[in-house]
């Protein structure tokens, strides 16, 4: 089914309105716009309240809208890269006071996710999460403009659901500038970090007992719900990632089946490399959790640093995150 080139009361609106026109042509752009598929529908279980499809004409690229409730955190944590805390990856604000965050895939795949906290007894929170595809070679999400199409595409699918399903949420700001683009950024001297590794510059002569000199970070702003930091090596290579994961990506997280389980309120294994944290948060939102993982794809790979020492990275991280939070001090393992 084709969404016409025309605008106005002619666009025929995707998700059962959710998506309109505004959103659609912030992802996909000008020109003609194919819907692919049907509209779908989860379960009360699964959270899921929609989901559609749509492609450019000339198929250079493919979107995927989606909005759920709380229950959804679980499948949003997967499609962010949070389910498996071992990749070294970083999310990033969406910035102008959006509740969200970008996270990138790979070259041409992207993802941008806003949580919205309802004040509505129907819903506690809304889940807005768009996948962006660019299969053309000349396309990437390194380019600064196809970031911020994502981003605003976000906002604006964001809005509709925050309408739709009455939420009565706080919204952002118009995006006026990309969000970054953090992990092809050039790492910085861990005795030097800012955002959201400021916090383990302290750590900086221990860690480098460890072979690890180096952070890449994101601006650290309160609004973000899920917050990395990754930490590398003097060859660049990343070795450890610290994430923050708050509200329904805490809970998502707990709740799913993920490689790294998080039982209790805070945990280490044996051996190293794998650790959390957790820490309780205002207003009867979910406990925030925090992680410290190698992020060595086998286990002959991963670095593996001292029970002390992976102790102090999740209180150094943990303890900064959980503040911008208004959480209290995390309970450490």
């Not at 779908?40 to 759920?68: I, N, Q, R, W």
């Not at 949003?76 to 071992?86: A, E, G, P, T, W």
Request: aromatic share 6%; proline share 5%.
């Amino acid at each position: 089914m084709a969404v016409k080139e025309y605008r106005g009361a002619h666009f025929s609106p995707l998700c059962d309105g959710v998506v309109r026109e505004e959103a659609v042509r912030a992802a996909l752009g000008d020109g003609e716009i194919r819907r692919t598929g049907k509209d779908e529908h989860g379960s009360p279980e699964s959270g899921l309240l929609a989901e559609c499809k749509a492609m450019k004409s000339d198929k250079s690229k493919y979107v995927t809208f989606s909005a759920g409730s709380t229950s959804f955190g679980s499948k949003v944590v997967d499609r962010v890269l949070n389910h498996d805390l071992f990749e070294g990856n970083v999310s990033t604000p969406l910035g102008s006071k959006w509740p969200g965050v970008l996270t990138i895939e790979s070259p041409g795949i992207a993802y941008a996710t806003v949580v919205l906290r309802c004040s509505s007894p129907r819903y506690d929170n809304l889940l807005i999460n768009i996948k962006s595809m660019l299969v053309h070679k000349d396309a990437r999400f390194s380019d600064p403009a196809e970031r911020l199409k994502l981003a605003r595409a976000a906002a604006a699918m964001s809005k509709e659901a925050n309408k739709r399903w009455k939420c009565g949420a706080q919204l952002g700001e118009k995006i006026r500038r990309a969000p970054a683009d953090a992990i092809r950024s050039r790492p910085k001297p861990l005795s030097d970090a800012t955002g959201t590794c400021r916090s383990l510059r302290k750590l900086a002569p221990a860690a480098k007992k460890w072979g690890i000199t180096q952070a890449i970070g994101a601006e650290s702003v309160g609004e973000a719900p899920t917050q990395d930091c990754l930490l590398a090596d003097a060859k660049g290579r990343n070795v450890y990632r610290l994430s923050a994961l708050t509200g329904p990506f805490a809970r998502g997280y707990r709740d799913g089946g993920n490689l790294g389980q998080v039982p209790g309120k805070a945990g280490r294994e044996k051996r190293g490399g794998w650790a959390w944290a957790s820490a309780k948060c205002p207003d009867g939102q979910s406990p925030a959790l925090f992680t410290a993982a190698s992020t060595g794809l086998g286990e002959d790979d991963r670095l593996e640093v001292s029970a002390d020492f992976e102790r102090e990275l999740l209180k150094a991280f943990g303890s900064d995150m959980a503040a911008l939070h208004g959480c209290e001090k995390p309970t450490l393992p």
